[in-house]
């Protein structure tokens, strides 16, 4: 009997060691927001797991970074083993903790989104990080935001552009998303915002442009049905309702017999594939997103035009 296909959606914690300029959540919350472990366990947690073996279950972990908290190695080296229940992690990550995750979780089976922040590592730690972690088979891809900072830091310090950098990480095979600053790419009075989109289309496709910006008209989404967020009392929630579906630790889920209708923006490349709107797989949602647009930038080698602030 084939077995269904689910993604779980976990904030192990909103807590970061970073102060990124760009970044969405509070300070205060990065400091001292809860964890998914301060009710529940280590053990809780992997226990509960076993309930859903009818189950391909996809995790996907993000917040703040999921890596500053200890309990997080002990849970993903317990659910790495579980082949028979888990088909792979995607887990957001500053690469900050490169070295802790190499050597207290190496697992290929577990896929990072690895966010380059130039005011926390040179050139060459992040190269080095990302090198660790792709040598162990653990890199999804590195997330460079084209910030003003960032931007001006990699020319300035390093005398080189976006299309060298994606040269550089290209030499170890890791692939380089160029993402919109949100201050630029969302804000369509911004004076130079043609410009800066067209910057951002030599990376990634038209169409990947308009979902990451959010398209909010009513559509059919299988948020409810094949994607759930788990939360830190073990409620099965989604995006797309307020409604509850289950409980993590009682192994109940009782999803959506069909796609439901939905307005949200879904502007993550996890939540998009999910939409009805759309041909993407919502299974190993971001390498599938590598691949459309590597096949992108392929087909669409044009001269490189820089953008300077």
Avoid at 216 to 222: A, L, P, S
Avoid at 241 to 248: H, M, Q, W
Avoid at 270 to 294: G, H, P, V, W
Wanted: aromatic share 16%; hydrophobic share 35%.
């Amino acid at each position: 009997m084939t077995k269904e296909n689910v993604l779980f959606r976990f904030v192990p914690t909103m807590r970061c060691n970073f102060r990124c300029e760009y970044c969405f959540v509070e300070n205060q919350i990065k400091s001292n927001g809860p964890t998914m472990f301060d009710d529940h366990s280590v053990e809780e947690w992997v226990e509960a797991m076993k309930k859903f073996s009818d189950r391909n279950v996809e995790l996907y972990f993000w917040g703040g970074e999921p890596f500053c908290i200890d309990q997080t190695y002990d849970l993903l080296r317990e659910w790495t083993k579980m082949d028979h229940i888990i088909s792979g992690f995607r887990i957001d990550t500053n690469t900050y903790f490169a070295e802790k995750i190499a050597k207290e979780c190496p697992s290929n089976k577990i896929k990072l989104n690895c966010s380059y922040h130039m005011q926390y590592h040179s050139l060459q730690e992040e190269f080095d990080k990302i090198k660790l972690l792709k040598d162990l088979d653990m890199v999804g891809m590195v997330n460079f935001v084209a910030s003003k900072y960032n931007l001006t830091t990699l020319r300035s310090e390093y005398g080189m552009t976006v299309k060298d950098l994606i040269e550089k990480f290209a030499e170890i095979g890791v692939f380089v998303n160029v993402a919109g600053d949100f201050a630029y790419a969302n804000n369509k009075n911004y004076e130079r915002y043609e410009e800066y989109k067209k910057f951002i289309m030599q990376f990634i496709s038209p169409e990947e442009w308009k979902w990451l910006r959010g398209v909010g008209e009513v559509r059919k989404c299988t948020a409810g049905q094949k994607m759930f967020t788990v939360n830190h009392n073990g409620n099965f929630t989604s995006c797309a309702s307020k409604k509850v579906y289950g409980n993590f630790f009682e192994g109940t889920l009782n999803p959506e017999p069909e796609a439901t209708e939905c307005s949200q923006k879904c502007q993550s490349i996890i939540s998009y594939a999910f939409r009805c709107d759309n041909d993407f797989e919502s299974t190993n949602s971001l390498l599938k997103y590598i691949d459309r647009n590597s096949l992108y930038r392929q087909k669409n080698q044009s001269e490189y035009v820089d953008f300077v602030f």
